[in-house]
């Protein structure tokens, strides 16, 4: 009998341990990406105030994550996107085009009111199947 892969993929983020979660956790072949946001290694926001810097971060990071758990952006099958500036939209849209090109995952976005830190604009989240491969 295989042994079914199940993995925790940890950043560093203060948050993970204060709130008990994990940047992402893959079981089996199906992982998830918890909400993502602009925020760097030493814990200074990314491109405070520009929309599409802090979309590009956000992407970069998330293919980190999934890079650890065996994956890649090709993989993904579903975005989530969370902001707080919809007049920014396009921003969001074209970050998302330039990564997911192809992919075409499904995806949603939604405007809300605001973030855990103000100077974050976005949270993206994503669902992922790794043997999924076209």
């Known amino acids: 009998m295989e042994k079914v892969v ?3 993929v940890y950043s560093g983020a203060s948050w ?3 709130v008990a979660y ?5 079981v089996g072949d199906l992982i998830w990406v918890a909400g993502t946001t602009a925020v760097d290694d030493a ?3 990314v491109g405070p105030g520009d ?3 802090q979309t590009r971060f ?3 990071k998330i293919e980190r994550a999934l890079q650890q758990c065996g994956a890649s952006l090709r993989d993904v099958v579903r975005t989530r996107m969370f902001v707080t500036r919809m007049s920014e939209f396009p921003a969001v849209a074209s970050a998302h085009h330039e990564m997911f090109e192809g992919v075409d ?3 949603t976005c939604v405007e809300i009111a605001g973030l855990v830190n103000p100077e974050l604009l976005i949270e993206v ?3 992922a199947i790794v043997q999924f491969r076209s």
């Open 6 to 8: 199940n993995q925790h």
């Open 16 to 18: 993970e341990k204060q």
């Open 22 to 26: 994990s940047r992402a956790r893959r």
């Open 43 to 45: 814990g200074k926001v």
């Open 51 to 53: 929309m599409a810097t």
């Open 58 to 60: 956000v992407f970069r």
């Open 105 to 107: 995952p499904v995806a």
């Open 125 to 127: 989240e994503v669902d």
